[in-house]
């Protein structure tokens, strides 16, 4: 089976980290998780957004390039939890309309994630995790992060927003597969029945097409919907 690359987006909170593990633990992909305890930026950053903002969003993608690449040189299917895309058209614009990223470090960022973006490839599939602020609150305490106390409610909202603006434009231009799970409505991260519906109801396998081609079998429900291709 050829190999292939799954990807998980989603808001801080939305549960990213943990579907990557659970999904990897029962269909035995690589995972490939975001290492955010590991960045030297991200305390300060939440101590003084403005000012270790571009730091950050740098260190970041350069830490997301090279889990990209690594990811193309492997002949495993794998699940990356977090996408390059997120840096470069949610965090970092998000942070420049806030006023949290002066303009001049904005537009140097972005000239460097345009050219990055050049060196990587789409996944395969993107399972993106919706929630409203309450939910990702909600989560967010309970995973008890000291960094993670400060975060503004208006921070974690103007996310959402750019997070379903980029999901509609990922989506038009038909650059992969996209699958949806309601957080809301599942949770997976907690409830053995709720992480069943997932596995069962989002089977993924590689089914043989045309000139070597192959396409992703998807299964319908009221949790997960699958945006058309």
Request: aromatic share 12%; proline share 4%.
């Amino acid at each position: 089976m050829q190999s292939m690359h799954i990807a998980v987006a989603g808001n801080i909170g939305s549960g990213k980290t943990t579907l990557t593990r659970l999904l990897s633990k029962h269909y035995k992909w690589k995972p490939h998780f975001e290492d955010a305890d590991e960045n030297p930026y991200l305390n300060d950053f939440y101590e003084d957004m403005q000012r270790w903002s571009f730091n950050l969003q740098v260190s970041f993608l350069h830490a997301r390039l090279a889990q990209v690449q690594q990811i193309r040189k492997n002949n495993k299917t794998v699940i990356q939890d977090r996408t390059i895309y997120e840096d470069g058209y949610i965090f970092a614009p998000n942070l420049h309309s806030m006023g949290l990223m002066t303009t001049r470090d904005y537009e140097n960022y972005m000239a460097l994630f345009n050219v990055t973006l050049e060196l990587a490839q789409p996944p395969d599939l993107l399972i993106y995790l919706r929630a409203t602020v309450p939910t990702l609150v909600n989560q967010i305490q309970k995973r008890g992060r000291p960094y993670e106390e400060s975060i503004r409610l208006d921070y974690l909202k103007r996310l959402n927003e750019r997070y379903e603006a980029w999901m509609d434009d990922f989506q038009s231009l038909k650059k992969t597969k996209i699958l949806v799970i309601d957080v809301d409505e599942n949770n997976f991260s907690e409830s053995a029945e709720d992480l069943g519906k997932v596995i069962r109801l989002k089977t993924i396998r590689k089914v043989p097409g045309l000139s070597g081609q192959g396409f992703f079998c998807f299964m319908k429900s009221f949790l997960i919907n699958l945006l058309p291709f």
